[in-house]
């Protein structure tokens, strides 16, 4: 169930609609309510790095190390998957 009002503890039958997990997230998305980036509590890596892995021609294992992130975040990462608004 989602919220018109976006107040999580409403039960007002009229501030409610259904959704999936997805529709969620897209709702949450288009009302600004999503942390990305280095907006993200435990973000590891900065927007300036995540230029600098993009750009990178190095091996994503030797990036990982030096990012002390997983191999599969750099490819992510190179991939657009994550980091996408930068």
């Known amino acids: 169930v989602l919220h018109k009002c ?7 039958p009229d501030h409610l609609f259904l959704g999936t997990r997805g ?5 949450r998305q ?3 309510r ?4 280095e907006q993200v509590p435990n973000h590891k890596l900065s927007e300036s790095q995540v230029g600098e ?15 002390d992130v997983s ?14 608004h930068v």
């Open 6 to 12: 976006d107040n999580s503890i409403c039960v007002n």
């Open 23 to 27: 529709d969620n997230a897209l709702d």
């Open 30 to 32: 288009r009302k600004g």
């Open 34 to 37: 999503s942390a990305v980036g």
């Open 53 to 67: 892995i993009r750009s990178s021609v190095e091996m994503n294992r030797d990036l990982a190390h030096r990012f």
């Open 71 to 84: 191999e599969a975040t750099i490819s992510l990462i190179k991939n657009g998957k994550i980091w996408r």
